[in-house]
C-alpha cells in the first residue's frame, strides 16, 4: 500500500527542512519570504537580434503564430473533438473509474499513475501498455500495435526508419508536416512527391524508380514506402486508398512486394468506419495497407497514438524509432484515458458519425452559394471551410466570425496554397442544428461586411485619388510616402 497522502507529506517535509535554511525552503503559499535579491540584467544575448528579426519578417506577411487561450462561452467550430468525446460524460465517467481501478491495482508494487518513470526500453514499460496494446490490436484488426507519445511522434518514427538506404520515400503533396519532418530525418535515396491524390501521377514516379529505364537496367531504388494520409484536414478530402492499393499490388513492382503504404488515420480515427475504426478499416483494407497510424488526440478526444502493422515493424521500431527510444513513456492515466475514449466510441461511433453527417447536410444547405470572390470547399464531411483568398482577409472574416459568438480560426497560405486561404469550420456531433444555422447566418452577415468595408474602402481610395490629381504639391507628398 501506498502511504497515505498526509504521511508522505509530512516525512518529505521533515526531511527537506533538514537540509534548508529558513529562508530558502518556506512552503508555498506563505508571505514571511524574503525577497531575493535583484538580479543584475543580463546582456541581451546576440542571438535575440536574430529571433526578433525573424518576427517582424513573420509580422510583415501576417503569419506571426501564438498561443491564444481558447475564449470562454465560444461555440465550438474549430477543435478537433469532430466526436465531442473529449467533452463526454460517459468517457469521464468510464475514465474516472478506470483510474480509481488502476490506482488500485497498482498499489503495492511502487509503480505511479502520474508519470511512467522513463523510456519505455528502460522503466517506463508497464502490463497496462501491453494490455492497451492488445486491446488495439485487436480493435483495429491488425497483426500488433506500438503506442507512441502523439502522432507526431509516430511519423517522426514511422518515416525517420522505414526508407531505406537503397530505397525511395514517396509522399502525397498534402501530406502532415510530421511526415516531412520524418523524412526529413530518414535516409532514402530518393524522396518525392506526387501530386494530391492523384494515382496517375503516383504510378508515373514509381514507374521512374522502381522500374529499369531505357538508359538503366538497374532500377534507381531497390524499396519505396508510400505515404498518404486517409483523410487530409485542410480540404477535408479522401485519399483513393482502393486505387493506391490497387496500384501497389502491380506485380510489375516485383515479388514480394518492393511498394509498401503507410497510411496516416489521425483525421479518420474515431470519423470513419464501423466502430471508428478508421477509412482503411472501412474499405476493408487492412491487409493491403502496411502500417497505420491512428492518433488519439483527435477524434477520440484524448492524447497519444498507436503503429500498427506486422510484428517485425514493431520489434524494428522499438530497436531504430529515436522518439520512443529517447523518450518518456506516456503516462499511465493516458493509457487509461485512451482506453476509457475507445470503450465509448465503440458503444456510441455510429450514432456520432450519423449525427455529424447529418449536420454537415444542414450546414451546406444553409450556407448556399456564397458571393464571388468567397466560396465553399467542396467537401462532404465534418471539415468545411470558407475560401476567401488572401491572408488579411480570411483573419478579418474569422475576426468578425469570431465577434458573433463562434470559433473558427483563419487558415493562412502558406499552410494552405496561395489563393486558398480559408476560414477552416470543424462540425462536431456536439454542435446543435440551431448552432450550425447560426453560424451560417453569422458568416454570411461577415461576408457581407467585409465587402461593404471594402468598397467603401475603394471609395474613399478614389476620392483620395480625385484630390491628388488636382494638386502637383500634394501629389509629390504622396509620391514622398511611397518611397
Ligand atoms: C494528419 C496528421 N498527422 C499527424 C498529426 C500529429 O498528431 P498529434 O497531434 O497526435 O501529434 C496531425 C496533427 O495535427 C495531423 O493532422
New binding site residues.
Given amino acids: 500500500m501506498h502511504p497515505p497522502l498526509s504521511l508522505s507529506l509530512s516525512v518529505s517535509m521533515s526531511s527537506s527542512s533538514s537540509s534548508c535554511s529558513a529562508s530558502s525552503c518556506q512552503p508555498r503559499g506563505t508571505t514571511s519570504r524574503s525577497p531575493p535579491p535583484p538580479l543584475q540584467p543580463a546582456a541581451e544575448p546576440l542571438l535575440l537580434r536574430s529571433f526578433s528579426k525573424a518576427l517582424a519578417k513573420r509580422r510583415a506577411i501576417q503569419l506571426t503564430r501564438a498561443t491564444p487561450v481558447p475564449v470562454p462561452g465560444l461555440v465550438d467550430f474549430s477543435s478537433?473533438d469532430y466526436l465531442g468525446l473529449a467533452r463526454s460524460p460517459e468517457v469521464a465517467q468510464e475514465f474516472h473509474s478506470r483510474l480509481l481501478a488502476a490506482g488500485a491495482a497498482e498499489n503495492g508494487d511502487g509503480s505511479s499513475l502520474v508519470g511512467a518513470t522513463g523510456s519505455r526500453l528502460l522503466s517506463g514499460n508497464s502490463t497496462q501498455a501491453l494490455e492497451l496494446e492488445a486491446y488495439l490490436t485487436d480493435y483495429h484488426s491488425a497483426p500488433s500495435a506500438l503506442l507512441f507519445n502523439?502522432?507526431?511522434?509516430?511519423?517522426l518514427s514511422l518515416l525517420s526508419t522505414l526508407p531505406q538506404q537503397n530505397g525511395a520515400i514517396i509522399y502525397d503533396a498534402a501530406?502532415?508536416a510530421?511526415?516531412h519532418d520524418g523524412i526529413k530525418l530518414g535516409r532514402a535515396k530518393r524522396a518525392v512527391s506526387f501530386r494530391h491524390n492523384d494515382v496517375a501521377h503516383l504510378r508515373e514516379v514509381l514507374d521512374s524508380l522502381l522500374l529499369p529505364t531505357a538508359s538503366s537496367a538497374t532500377p534507381q531504388c531497390e524499396t519505396a514506402v508510400v505515404a498518404v494520409?486517409s483523410f487530409?484536414?485542410m480540404d477535408g478530402d479522401v485519399a483513393p486508398l482502393r486505387e493506391i492499393t490497387r496500384l501497389l499490388a502491380d506485380p510489375r513492382y516485383g515479388s514480394p512486394r518492393r511498394a509498401v503504404l503507410v497510411v496516416?488515420e489521425?483525421?479518420s480515427t474515431a470519423t470513419m468506419g464501423p466502430h471508428g475504426r478508421g477509412l482503411v478499416a472501412a474499405l476493408g483494407l487492412e491487409n493491403e495497407v502496411f502500417a497505420r497510424?491512428h492518433?488519439?488526440?483527435?477524434g477520440l478526444g484524448a492524447?497519444?497514438?498507436v503503429v500498427l502493422g506486422p510484428k517485425m515493424l514493431r520489434d524494428y521500431l522499438v530497436n531504430y524509432a529515436r522518439p520512443l527510444i529517447y523518450s518518456t513513456m506516456m503516462p499511465p492515466h493516458s493509457l487509461v484515458a485512451i482506453r476509457a475514449a475507445y470503450e465509448v466510441l465503440y458503444s456510441q461511433a455510429g450514432v456520432l458519425q450519423a449525427r455529424l453527417g447529418a449536420l454537415v447536410k444542414v450546414f451546406r444547405e444553409a450556407m448556399g452559394v456564397l458571393p464571388h470572390p468567397a466560396r465553399l470547399l467542396q467537401s462532404e464531411n465534418m471539415i468545411q471551410g470558407i475560401v476567401l483568398p488572401g491572408n488579411a482577409n480570411v483573419v478579418a472574416l474569422a475576426t468578425l466570425i469570431q465577434s458573433r459568438g463562434f470559433d473558427v480560426k483563419p487558415i493562412r497560405s502558406p499552410t494552405v496554397p496561395l489563393g486558398t486561404e480559408r476560414v477552416r469550420v470543424c462540425l462536431h456531433a456536439h454542435n446543435t442544428t440551431e448552432e450550425v444555422v447560426a453560424f451560417a447566418s453569422a458568416a454570411r452577415w461577415a461576408l457581407a461586411e467585409l465587402a461593404r468595408r471594402s468598397s467603401s474602402g475603394n471609395q474613399h481610395e478614389q476620392q483620395q485619388q480625385r484630390q491628388h490629381a488636382l494638386s502637383p504639391l500634394t501629389d509629390g507628398g504622396a509620391m514622398q510616402a511611397r518611397l
Fill in positions: 478537433n502523439s502522432g507526431w511522434d509516430a511519423n501530406v502532415h510530421s511526415i494520409s487530409y484536414s496516416d489521425a483525421h497510424l492518433t488519439f488526440g483527435k492524447h497519444g497514438a
